[in-house]
């Protein structure tokens, strides 16, 4: 018979969720600098992989190739243990921060390239003709409408990487898995702790994909 206080404690569960939480600022944050300088990355390297010189190319596919080919664990744990025998010491954040840009950058540059190709060729005719530049065509015409189009599978690249954060407790980044394990560790009760963590995902991916449908159900109206 199976007895449900050893699966859950009420108890327990009403002392953990607060303690957890504390490393909530470094889940969310961790997700943000890496989106956010994932989406900076990625823009340029998706211009290199669309660009006539051979070596942009290249560079831009290897690194593409590279960062969707190689576990994000893999990588966390190259660059935390790994580069310090090569004299290039970095603490868990620094670390955690630029795996997580690395990879994205290169799923959100394939999103970037997809959506600037998606633009008919038309745009560009028709803007020469109004007398625009390249570069206002492109700021003016072609970006405002590609965006339309990388948002929504842009949004779902960050909320894999708010999942994936979770990876970083092996490197000793105090995120929520984090805190869970400490305190599972301490009471001797990791199944109550754990279902805590699930929910706290849960709640947060939640909100996020109610936020998500009412971007790109405004991005629709436009």
Same mark, same amino acid.
């Given at each position: ?19 957890? $939480? %504390?490393? $909530?600022?470094?889940?969310?944050? $961790? ?27 290249? =560079? ?10 190689? +576990?994000? &664990?893999?990588? $966390?744990?190259? =660059?935390?243990?790994?580069? +310090? ?12 921060? =630029?795996?997580?840009?690395? &990879?994205?950058?290169?799923? =959100? ?7 600037? %190709?998606?633009?008919? #060729? ?22 405002? %409408? ?7 599978? &842009? ?35 990791? &199944? ?21 449908? #009412? ?8």
């Amino acid at each position: 018979m199976i007895k449900w206080e050893a699966l859950f404690n009420l108890e327990l569960a009403i002392y953990a969720i607060p303690r957890i $939480l %504390q490393g $909530l600022p470094y889940t969310l944050g $961790l997700s943000l600098i890496g989106f956010i300088l994932g989406t900076f990355f990625g823009f340029f390297i998706a211009l290199m992989r669309q660009s006539r010189l051979r070596v942009l190319r290249y =560079i831009a596919v290897t690194h593409i190739s590279l960062m969707r080919g190689v +576990p994000l &664990m893999v990588l $966390l744990f190259f =660059i935390y243990f790994g580069l +310090p025998f090569m004299g290039i010491q970095l603490d868990a954040i620094s670390a955690s921060i =630029i795996a997580f840009t690395s &990879m994205s950058s290169a799923y =959100i540059s394939e999103i970037i390239r997809s959506g600037l %190709q998606a633009i008919d #060729k038309g745009q560009w005719d028709a803007a020469y003709a109004l007398g625009l530049s390249k570069t206002q065509t492109f700021k003016y015409i072609i970006i405002p %409408q590609a965006t339309r189009i990388c948002v929504p599978p &842009m949004t779902n690249v960050l909320l894999d990487i708010v999942k994936s954060t979770s990876l970083t407790a092996a490197i000793t980044v105090p995120e929520i898995l984090n805190q869970a394990k400490s305190i599972g560790g301490a009471k001797s009760d990791y &199944m109550t702790v754990y279902f805590c963590v699930a929910l706290i995902y849960w709640i947060i991916c939640t909100t996020y994909a109610l936020g998500q449908a #009412k971007l790109e159900k405004k991005l629709a109206i436009y």
